[in-house]
């Protein structure tokens, strides 16, 4: 069961993931990100710390948008991870792949780096 | 120690499936990062069954057996009667081409393997019997 809520901030998108996501609620992860994209932020963040669980249904939500992702130059930054849930992305190499940052002023800045 | 648990095939399960893991687990001293990764490692093989052995019917069912020994060897069977779908056959695609693919699929094998030392399947009474190993030490 997950619950998704999204805010703006500085122009920032930020989505907060709040609960568990597996193969059952991967699909409300999927649906914040493509409305987020499709109303045009440049700058997504995504606050996972009440994030207590992921399985690779939600892995794969955030892999399937890395190419979209960098052909329209929107940065996609997920902060405030819990350690056993950046484990999981640690296992499959995908912290390498995705940009993570420990804190919501790390992110931002990072966003903005990677925007430039 | 052994414990059971008999699911229907039905994604909204899984969170049940994963209740189950940890509690049996619980009095193990497991430290939370290893706990955690077994209970994924469960989660990702029966949502695995669920859709590609039963399509998500939720008349079909799933049975879990943890076989906790005093040897720290923590044994996790997942029975059912569908089709086989032998995770040790499945061509695991690279990363790199399921990203630029923007294919959501096909990570769920990799944890599995990652995160138990051993996958093996067997029949039993005519069911097929995935069995997955691992060691705390």
Redesign the interface.
């Known amino acids: ?1 997950v619950h998704i809520k999204r805010l703006q901030e500085d122009g920032a998108d930020i989505i907060s993931v709040i609960g ?1 996501i ?3 609620s ?1 699909i409300e992860l ?1 649906l914040a990100i493509a409305k987020s994209v499709g109303e045009g932020f440049k700058k997504i963040l995504v606050d996972c710390s009440a994030l207590e ?1 992921i ?3 939600g ?3 955030f ?6 992702l960098k052909d329209k130059n929107i940065p996609m930054v997920l902060f405030g991870m819990k ?2 849930v950046l ?2 992305f640690s ?4 912290a390498e ?1 995705l940009h993570i940052a420990a804190t919501k002023p790390e992110a931002k800045k990072l966003a903005n780096e990677l925007s430039v | 120690m052994n414990y059971q648990y008999n699911i229907g095939c039905s ?2 399960n ?2 049940g499936i ?1 209740e189950f893991v940890r509690n049996s687990l619980k009095d193990q001293r497991v430290p ?2 290893e706990m ?2 077994i ?2 490692a469960l ?2 093989m029966c ?1 695995n069954l ?2 590609h052995a039963h399509h998500c019917n939720p008349d079909h069912m799933l049975e879990l057996h943890i076989d906790i020994p005093a040897h720290g060897k923590f044994i996790f069977e997942i029975v059912d009667d569908g089709s086989l779908f032998d995770i040790n056959e499945f061509h695991e695609p690279d ?1 790199g081409n ?3 693919q ?7 094998i ?2 599995v393997k ?2 138990m030392d051993n996958v093996e399947y067997l029949k039993r009474d005519d069911k097929n019997v995935c069995r997955l190993t691992k060691v705390i030490k």
């Open positions: 069961m568990e597996d193969a059952s991967s999927d669980y399985s690779s249904a892995l794969g939500v892999m399937s948008y890395i190419e979209e350690e056993k484990n999981t296992i499959l190499g995908l792949l | 994604l909204s899984l969170k994963r939370e990062i955690s990764a209970v994924l989660d990702e949502s669920m859709i990363l399921l990203v630029h923007k294919r959501k699929g096909g990570l769920g990799r944890l990652a995160i």
